[in-house]
């Protein structure tokens, strides 16, 4: 008789991870800062991380301001067109990150600017 120390996967319950890319508008959900993503930082400790487990967004806020934050508190900021506004991209590109990250998040995280 032998025994089972592996645990089932549950289906549906790991989320796939699409990471924002850099460049990207994106808005504090509860802070109101709107500024673009710079990158990830690694975090070692605390309790708030992105789906990866292991990172935090670095978002430019304005030179040299940055602000570490994780994606639940994040809004992608569009366009007219319902692309996601970057910087220093054309619109086939903004196009396929919009279809990506919209695979992966509620359609109320994104947001036109006021």
Known sequence: MTTNTVKPVQPGTTKSWVRIPDGTKVKHR???HIGFIDGLT???SGP???PDGKTQYRMNIGA???QLVTEDDL???IDDEELVIMLRQKAPYR???TQSLQ???AADRFIKPA
């Open 30 to 32: 509860h802070e109101g």
């Open 42 to 44: 690694e975090i070692v």
């Open 48 to 50: 708030n991380r992105n």
């Open 64 to 66: 040299p301001d940055r």
């Open 75 to 77: 809004s992608i900021l």
């Open 95 to 97: 196009r396929a990150v």
């Open 103 to 105: 695979s992966v998040l």
